[in-house]
């Protein structure tokens, strides 16, 4: 009955949840990290280095919107020389030569208009001392003109004129489902990692208690066959029963390890980290195939980046059209000029409205055949076409792994009764064999049997626990509610570098 009684604690204690235990107290760091589900997706959230990298991508994407912004920034140039000109004249009755020194300084600001127009203030002054002397010498001479070029046709509007500026946009708004992407693959990993590590830890803890089971069956064998009881044989069978459940409690240690690294790795820790001591729950999750489809063609990145994808070749298109038609130009000019011997002299002519000048005008331009636009609007076109067939194909495809992860939620649910229903009847069949051998009428091998179809269904149970675990990350993943449900959102702060784009909802 003694043997009885210490079976049965560690059938209780296999039930029990089981501890993260390092395989030796003296690899333990002082302080390890311990971790819950939350906590894990928190870390991954700001420690991931592929997620990091991908939000460094996104801020520079909207850096490039600022650059190109700078095509408002007005233009100021500024000109200051000084020379001198010598030439020989060629003159009816004689030959002679000019000199001429002058001073210029000129000042000009440019700006560019939505519409596609650019206006130009332009502010010139020359000091000529010439040899032979003019009327005026030394003169001043000063001009201030404002002009004006608007296309018409070609070139006309803000589309094409903040082309940069929108394809910028564009290029941001695909960085961001990027981001998004990059967050659902690692908090999906991170998920799917954390409830393999549990399942290698309940298996970890079952290969421990069957290792002790093993230990005591053999430590009772060896008594009765020493008051010769049993028969050597029996003994043998149970040290070798021994000896194969060490082996599987190495191979249960090593896989444990190995996915506790798995998890290190993704959360970029180098320091011991161990799993809370929480059992494995069974989410409950309302899965529906027309709501879970709409959902995703709202809310999974990759739909939506390849919507942004067909937008940026619809503004490319509408560009490409615009360059279709002739250049047609409007130029107009107004402006005052002065001259004087003295500065102030050439400043009271430019005030006034004597030496106005002023130039209106149109400027058609058009290239005979214009293959080159015609062709890269067509291009352009088709490539477009070929982004919303395959914007269909994707479609069907999320449809086809929606149901897909319905099905899987299904079967995995269905299992973790089944495998529950195995563990019970593999614990009853052990304690029934326990209770035999107890009185001789079962075999050390029978033992030894029943205990690894226990240890066996425990660790199927444990694997359909994590499955279905899985399959829910795998249902939030395909309808794009993944972030939603772990409570993440983009920020949007560019600016503010010390914060991360993606943050937890208070």
């Known amino acids: 009955m003694r043997f009885v009684f210490v079976i049965m604690v560690l059938l209780l204690l296999a039930w029990q949840p089981a501890a993260a235990q390092p395989p030796m107290e003296e690899d333990v760091p002082s302080s390890p990290i311990v971790l819950t589900l939350p906590e894990a997706l928190r870390l991954a959230l700001e420690r991931n280095l592929d997620l990091q990298a991908q939000q460094y991508d996104t801020r520079a994407s909207d850096s490039e919107i600022n650059k190109a912004y700078g095509l408002y920034d007005p233009t100021l140039a500024l000109e200051v020389a000084e020379g001198e000109s010598r030439q020989r004249l060629n003159l009816q009755f004689y030959s002679a030569q000019s000199k001429e020194r002058y001073r210029r300084f000129n000042l000009g600001i440019t700006q560019t208009l939505p519409t596609g127009a650019d206006l130009n203030l332009e502010f010139i002054n020359l000091r000529s001392d010439q040899e032979p002397s003019p009327g005026l010498n030394p003169s001043y001479e000063s001009a201030l003109t404002f002009s004006l070029t608007q296309p018409l046709l070609k070139g006309f509007g803000s589309t094409v004129t903040e082309q940069d500026i929108l394809f910028a946009i564009k290029g941001r708004d695909i960085a961001i489902e990027d981001l998004r992407e990059s967050a659902f693959l690692t908090l999906a990993d991170t998920r799917d990692a954390y409830f393999e590590v549990l399942r290698l830890r309940d298996n970890l803890r079952y290969r421990q208690a069957s290792v002790a089971l093993a230990a005591t069956l053999l430590k009772e064998n060896r008594a009765r066959v020493k008051a010769g009881v049993l028969a050597r044989v029996d ?44 059992p494995v729950g069974i989410p409950e999750v309302e899965a529906d195939l027309s709501d879970g489809y709409r959902q995703a063609l709202v809310k999974r990145p990759d739909v939506q980046r390849r919507l942004r994808n067909i937008e940026r070749l619809e503004l490319q298109s509408r560009i490409a059209r615009n360059a279709l038609l002739p250049a047609l130009d409007l130029a107009a000019s107004y402006g005052h000029a002065g001259l004087g011997q003295d500065y102030s002299n050439d400043l009271d002519d430019l005030g006034s409205d004597r030496f106005r000048n002023w130039e209106i005008g149109l400027t058609l331009s058009y290239p005979l055949g214009n293959r080159e636009a015609r062709h890269e609007y067509r291009r352009s076109e088709f490539e477009r076409k070929g982004r919303q067939a395959q914007l269909g194909q994707l479609k069907n495809q999320v449809h086809t792994e929606v149901q897909a992860a319905i099905r899987l939620l299904s079967v995995s649910r269905k299992k973790i009764d089944v495998t529950a229903s195995g563990m019970a009847f593999a614990e009853e069949k052990l304690r029934t064999l326990l209770k035999r051998k107890e009185v001789g009428l079962a075999t050390t091998r029978q033992v030894l049997e029943g205990e690894e179809d226990y240890a066996l269904a425990q660790t199927d ?40 784009l993606l943050g937890l909802e208070p």
């Open 461 to 500: 149970h444990a694997a359909a626990l994590s499955d279905y675990n899985k399959s829910v990350t795998e249902y939030y993943k395909v309808t794009g509610r993944l972030l939603e449900e772990e409570h993440i959102r983009f920020v949007g702060d560019f600016d503010n570098e010390s914060q991360s």
């Open 235 to 278: 003994e043998l069978e149970a040290e070798f029963g021994l000896k194969q459940r060490e082996r599987d409690l190495l191979d249960a240690e090593r896989e444990y390890q190995d996915g506790l690294d798995s998890i290190a790795l993704l959360l970029n820790i180098r320091g011991e980290i161990f799993l809370a001591d929480d």
